[in-house]
């Protein structure tokens, strides 16, 4: 059962990271960003709902990794909260990022955290930019 458990937690290690990391885009500006001169309007939106995806972890963090169903259970329903507010924030995301929305989305779907993380860097500068 140790590789169970040592999977558990990387699996919860790697998702609380990809989670934790989008809380840390906060203020900044600059010229250079992918969105430059192309703000939506909609980027309170799109900024409360990038505010959002940290709290898909808050269960994740209280999980028992000792007891594998319960911990599935909890990933599984952090997942699904963290896809459904990529969906929102899907259309709403400035056209050059919907392919990075798109690919962090499945990535996350497949569990992939660490692949998911690298591939939110886009998003996380856009963030960065214009929250």
């Known amino acids: 059962m140790p590789g169970v458990r040592s999977r558990v937690v990387g699996c919860a290690s790697a998702l609380g990271l990809t989670l934790v990391l989008a809380a840390c885009s906060t203020g900044g500006g600059g010229g250079s960003d992918l969105g430059s001169g192309t703000q939506p309007v909609n980027n309170r939106v799109v900024c409360g709902y990038v505010a959002q995806l ?7 963090q209280r999980a028992d990794v000792r007891d594998p169903a ?5 990933l599984d329903t952090a997942v699904k909260q963290y896809v459904a ?17 798109s690919n ?8 992939e955290f660490a692949q998911a993380n690298d591939a939110r860097v886009p998003l996380d500068t856009w963030t960065a930019d214009h929250c």
Not at 54 to 60: E, F
Not at 88 to 101: E, F, G, N, R
Not at 104 to 111: C, E, I, Q, S
């Open 104 to 111: 962090v989305r499945k990535l996350v779907v497949a569990h």
């Open 70 to 74: 319960q911990f599935s259970t909890v």
């Open 85 to 101: 507010t990529l969906d929102q924030i899907a259309p709403l995301i400035d056209p050059k990022l919907k392919s990075t929305v």
């Open 54 to 60: 940290p709290n898909s972890a808050a269960a994740l």
